[in-house]
């Protein structure tokens, strides 16, 4: 079992910027896939960014390429999403997601077996 909580979250202006953080325990970190998607209400939860077990391969949505950055630390069983240039399209509660794999990136929701509880992020216009 694999324990996720988010942290970071809040209010920022547009234009403005934001870090996200992920505290992973339970397994050995570094066996896992992490990933970060997002929710309003009424909507489906949408992709965001995924990156490999290793941190070698990451993948973005395009509505966030270039904009967002995933990085992970396996020192400390955290993944990062650092996001830049917020439009308030972005406001969103941001979930963290974890699955076990060694080499390869995922974006569909339903690959991740893990979940965090969420964190809010607000873009005020």
């Known amino acids: 079992q694999v324990q996720l909580v988010e942290s970071g979250g809040g209010l920022v202006q547009a234009g403005g910027s934001l870090r996200v953080s992920c505290a992973a325990s339970?397994?050995?970190?570094?066996?896992?896939?992490m990933a970060w998607f997002r929710q309003v209400p009424g909507k489906e939860r949408e992709f965001v960014a995924t990156?490999?077990?290793?941190?070698?391969?990451?993948n973005y949505a395009d509505s966030v390429k270039g904009r967002f950055t995933i990085s992970s630390d396996n020192a400390k069983n955290t993944v990062y999403l650092q996001m830049n240039s917020l439009k308030p399209e972005d406001t969103a509660v941001y979930y963290c997601?974890?699955?076990?794999?060694?080499?390869?990136?995922?974006?569909?929701?339903?690959?991740?077996?893990?979940w965090g509880q969420g964190t809010q992020v607000t873009v005020s216009s």
């Open positions: 990156i490999s077990a290793s941190g070698s391969r990451t």
């Open positions: 997601a974890a699955r076990i794999s060694l080499g390869y990136v995922y974006t569909a929701r339903s690959d991740y077996a893990y």
């Open positions: 339970g397994r050995t970190f570094s066996n896992y896939a």
